[in-house]
């Protein structure tokens, strides 16, 4: 069954709907985040593309079902989810767990020749590349302490336990999902990457957010900005050009090779 152009789903939002638009864009949030931190992204493309924020399953209206632990297994449901869409240019847009569920996902498209035009990585290192992270281990007021730390969380949210119980459980799902992902060095998407990445985020250097070339065989681009992890939101506007680029690229006739 093919999923309509305007029609919301529980996996794929759309805040501002409309078919026939030209091209289509992809956001994948991060760990713990959900399809309504993509809401300005809409409101600033939906004009003149079909915008789909993803909502993973235990967050929000989706809580009581089961969150995913790993990588490969949202990556698998978020690719069928996909390929029920009307087929279009597209272009994936995911941050920190995002950008690696969005490789992840554009990998599963490609092998069925549906595959994203581009792929924006934003606050994330390469897939290849390796840190030892057990956020997921720590109990609740460790966790807390690094969403405070990478200043991703509403602080509002922090302050309110009934709300922190219902969105802990997501949180430690996504980040064991993440924590426990690798991939090898020579998976390469056929797509073209472009990486966003914060100047001062800990974790990713610029080192390891330049290792993306190598898991691509299509055009790369890295681009730099002031501010630490969640850098999006600080330069917003800036980040919004970058989309819209990559929006343009996609619209064009896609090339044959020889």
Not at 113 to 129: K, L, Q
């Amino acid at each position: 069954m093919t999923i309509a152009d305007d029609a919301t789903t529980p996996w794929l939002r759309r805040y501002h709907p409309g078919a026939a638009r030209p091209v289509r864009l992809v956001c994948f949030p991060h760990a713990g985040g959900s399809a309504s931190f993509y809401h300005p992204v809409s409101a600033r493309h939906g004009a003149g593309a079909d915008v789909i924020c993803l909502q993973y399953p235990g967050r929000q209206d989706r809580r009581r079902e089961a969150c995913h632990t790993a990588i490969a297994s949202l990556a698998d449901a978020v690719a069928a989810q996909l390929r029920e869409l009307t087929p279009k240019p597209t272009v994936f847009f995911g941050h920190s767990m995002g950008a690696i569920l969005a490789f992840e996902t554009a990998l599963r498209l490609e092998a069925d020749d549906a595959g994203p035009r581009g792929v924006i990585a934003s606050g994330r290192r390469a897939p290849s590349t390796v840190r030892t992270e057990t956020v997921h281990q720590r109990d609740d007021d460790g966790v807390i302490t690094e969403l405070k730390r990478l200043n991703g969380t509403n602080a509002n949210l922090l302050g309110d336990d009934e709300i922190l119980r219902m969105a802990l459980p997501a949180i430690r799902a996504d980040y064991q999902a993440i924590e426990t992902y690798r991939s090898a060095p020579d998976v390469r998407l056929r797509a073209g990457i472009t990486v966003l990445t914060g100047h001062a985020d800990p974790l990713t250097s610029a080192e390891e957010a330049a290792a993306w070339e190598r898991h691509t065989s299509g055009a790369f681009r890295l681009v730099g900005f002031p501010g630490g992890h969640f850098f999006i939101a600080e330069q917003q506007p800036a980040v919004n050009d970058e989309i819209a680029r990559e929006l343009a690229a996609a619209r064009r006739p896609a090339t044959v090779a020889p």
